[in-house]
């Protein structure tokens, strides 16, 4: 088959190849290729591997785009499953409060949290609301995201939650990347609804529901202290289920609170943060095959200490993903490379299970493993040439773009060569 573009002699090909989300050995193993290659037609991958292989299987002609990666390194493009990437506002003093030493109930009294972003994201226009979520997803591209989860979570009330994911959809046309959009109503509790919040749940499984099926991927909901009970985000989740949704759950993220027990009775697709999780709720997630989608960056940024038992999920073959959280509050990292670093750093991680996280496996967590995520034919043709050696210089020179093209679909979409 005649390539329309050919990357030549790549210094390390790293492919991440595997039938679904890879865990255990599966997702610890390496398996990179000297001296390799990739053709692409269209927008899929018609071959990649060894040269000499690849050149058996696809042809070259005067109209083959080639590159000459000598001394670089191609990956999969990076995928990340877990965003709260719009809202309007920002929370820097918030920051600045924590350097302090100002506890988060005090910054809540100040007027900070989740309801300071609620109310700018109310009072902000449909059109300044998108253009800021078009520029992060341009900021993204040029970190080598080439697709991605954003959730609602900062209208909390019926309408505001609905013209939220009218905003994701607009965006998710005008994108480059591919985009999953996940209802997150249920983010936490709006503060007119604090002494009738039975009717708030009722909503969030009821009419919200019912009003965005058909354009919305999944439901989550931030069950924790503070937050959902567990018996609240079931009542949620299982009608999500019996709707077709697919299901997400923030989970035990600020103490055991059933949330992987959850997630893995009702088969979510995906339990996100998963810092105190039970021994109980980890089977039930391996037995059900749900992604543990870790998020170091939160950590870190708050300073908590308290990171993810990573390790632990490795060796029971649970499959890791890792995602960036990015929102205003407490984790404004945009760099899936940031976080592979984190991740390598403090959860433990290889190089290569980090790498695996934030491609074959982030993509599984928003089911969209079997299209994108690795480099093999058939799949689109979404992955990213890097200035480095081999991939362990992603967490090696940690805080570096080392992105310098990203192709999409099979076209050079951003190159320090050819900015877009």
Not at 245 to 260: I, T
Request: charged share 25%; aromatic share 6%.
């Amino acid at each position: 088959m005649k390539a329309d573009l050919f990357i030549d002699n790549i210094e390390e090909l790293v492919p991440v190849v595997g039938k679904g989300p890879l865990s255990g050995k599966g997702q610890s193993i390496p398996a990179v290729i000297k001296g390799g290659a990739v053709a692409i037609s269209g927008d899929r991958i018609i071959a990649a591997g060894g040269r000499d292989s690849v050149l058996k299987k696809a042809e070259i002609t005067d109209g083959t785009l080639v590159i000459d990666a000598s001394g670089k390194t191609v990956i999969p493009g990076f995928v990340d499953p877990h965003t709260h990437l719009l809202y309007g506002g920002c929370r820097h003093w918030e920051f600045e409060e924590r350097l302090k030493g100002t506890t988060y109930l005090e910054i809540l009294k100040k007027g900070g949290g989740i309801n300071d972003t609620v109310r700018a994201t109310r009072n902000e226009s449909d059109e300044k609301l998108l253009d800021g979520l078009m520029k992060r997803l341009r900021i993204l591209l040029k970190l080598g995201t080439t697709s991605l989860e954003i959730k609602t979570g900062y209208g909390l009330s019926f309408q505001e939650e609905l013209r939220l994911l009218k905003i994701i959809k607009r965006a998710k046309a005008r994108s480059i990347q591919d985009v999953a959009i996940t209802l997150l109503g249920a983010h936490a509790l709006p503060p007119e609804y604090r002494d009738r919040r039975e009717n708030y749940i009722q909503i969030m499984a009821g009419e919200m529901l019912d009003a965005t099926r058909g354009f919305v991927d999944f439901v989550d909901v931030f069950q924790d202290v503070g937050a959902f009970t567990y018996e609240e985000a079931r009542k949620i989740l299982k009608r999500a289920a019996e709707l077709g949704y697919g299901l997400k759950l923030h989970a035990d993220e600020l103490s055991s609170s059933r949330g992987a027990e959850l997630a893995g009775e009702l088969g979510a697709v995906s339990a996100d943060h998963l810092t105190h999780p039970s021994e109980k709720g980890l089977e039930l997630m391996k037995k059900s095959g749900t992604v543990a989608v870790l998020l170091p960056g939160t950590t870190f940024f708050l300073g908590s200490g308290q990171y993810a038992p990573a390790r632990k999920f490795i060796d029971m073959g649970i499959p890791v993903a890792l995602a960036t959280d990015h929102n205003p509050g407490t984790c404004p990292i945009y760099s899936m490379a940031e976080i592979i670093g984190l991740s390598v750093r403090f959860l433990g991680l290889t190089p290569y299970e980090a790498l695996v996280a934030s491609t074959l496996n982030a993509a599984h967590a928003i089911k969209m493993g079997e299209k994108i995520g690795s480099i093999e034919p058939g799949k689109q043709a979404d992955l990213l040439i890097l200035d480095a050696h081999s991939y362990v210089h992603i967490p090696y020179e940690f805080g570096r773009n080392l992105v310098e093209t990203v192709i999409k679909r099979g076209k050079i979409v951003w190159s320090t060569d050819y900015p877009a």
